[in-house]
């Protein structure tokens, strides 16, 4: 596998789909993902997904601490970062399969599965679909329905016409608070070139997956010990909506990340390491 570059460096500079039924005809074939293996090769597998419009180098911050103890693998969803960009409609379920099959050509049988925004929502759909393969769940800043529907299907008509750089003010708005993007504009500008990097079509196709997610009814079937994450000032997901995610699955911790937007692992990097570790190894 290849070694991941230093993030101090670029700091600087089936059943319960909820995306549509198999056999809709919306399902696409299953997509290689890119990803990076990292951390003693007998360490617990911790799978990490990340969010919308970013690679899996969002993980960084977390990297060195996580690496310690697990065996971590970071994955780019389908049209995001180096993994292919397929033809669309996206669906939950696309993403959903796309993860089990990366964990079947690393021969994963099971592991902790962890994701943010839409990597969260992956990570629902997965609890829910193929509970055998998750370990434990770590919810970042991930609901099972996000927005109306609408607002969705413009973003992609968006980008699609008038490319990634369209939605650059508006999303970066979300990611950070206003104080955050004032101190740190180095960081900030890092996580701009992944959402300017991200192929307009990948971005484009993902937000039809949350145009169409409607992940409710899973969650009462999640059996995994699950910790769910909110962005004390996340204007997207913001804590109300994550305290019912908290309370439909059952089992689930909730913990509130103070001074953090959508970006919280970035914004609060050891505040959510710190959580993620205390979670992981509490059973």
Known sequence: MKR?????DSLSGGGLSGGGPAGSGLLTDVCELHCRVEGPADAPPLLLGGSLGTSLAMWQPQL????ERYRVIRYDHRGHGESPVPPGP???DDLGRDVIALLDRLGLDRAHVGGLSLGGMVGMWLAANAPERVDRLMLLCAVPRLGPPQDWAERAETVRAAGMQAVVEAVIGRWFTPRF???HRGVVSWAMRQLTATPAQGYANCCEVIEHLALEPALESICAPTLVVAGADDPATPPAMI???ASAIPNARMEIVP???HLAN????QAVTELMLDFLEAG
């Open 243 to 245: 305290h019912d995610v």
């Open 64 to 67: 060195a601490a996580l690496t």
């Open 181 to 183: 993007a004032g101190r």
């Open 259 to 261: 001074d953090a937007a």
């Open 266 to 269: 970035v914004e609060q990097p």
């Open 90 to 92: 996206y669906r939950i």
């Open 4 to 8: 991941s570059s230093s993030v101090s």
